[in-house]
């Protein structure tokens, strides 16, 4: 069977624009009071206290500077996109620095400690946050999404090459700090 034809409706990948929507989803919270910044992450999500991070605050998540910029080199692509599964080895894993004396893009992991500390806050997942408290008031519902159901036709994504691309790339270059070299060339295209 031929793949569709992309139209306007076509739901695709947009990666890190999610941070600012789930910023504004987190004001949001702070705003009702069911988040503070100056609070340790470990007021919502008690398992992050261990490994030096147990004054770690939601703001320096948001900011970049809790510390934790990378994921450990086993990791690969399954647990990659699982969110539990990636949130309890952050949950774990020591930070780079004392969280809030520097900072670094998060790439790969603010999306999951974020989405981690809105659900143990609300008891409810970024989806169903976004979508109630961002969207739906802004009569955008449906229109965004952090993870699109099963049930929604995505653009079909073509292999160019890409784990070739990876290969290709040398071993000392800072992403693989960012996010492994073997999950990122399993990744799905």
Known sequence: MAPKSASSDTLFDSASAGKGISAAAVAVLVDRGLLDYQAPVAR???????AGKAEATVG?????SVGLP??????????????????ARLA???PAWQPGTQTAYHGWTCGVLVAEIVRRATGRGADAVLAEEIATPLGI???LMFAAPETVVKATAYDG????????LPADLPL???????ALAAWPT
């Not at 990378?70 to 949130?87: N, S, Y």
């Not at 090459?161 to 290709?168: L, N, T």
Request: a negative charge.
């Open 44 to 50: 919502y999500w008690p398992e992050f206290s261990v």
């Open 60 to 64: 320096q998540v948001m900011s970049h």
């Open 70 to 87: 990378w994921i450990e080199p086993d990791v690969d692509v399954d647990e990659l996109l699982d969110q539990r599964a990636m949130a």
């Open 92 to 94: 774990s894993q020591p």
């Open 141 to 143: 519902s449906g229109a």
């Open 161 to 168: 090459g890409w784990a070739a691309m990876i290969a290709s």
């Open 176 to 182: 693989f700090r960012a996010v492994p070299r073997k």
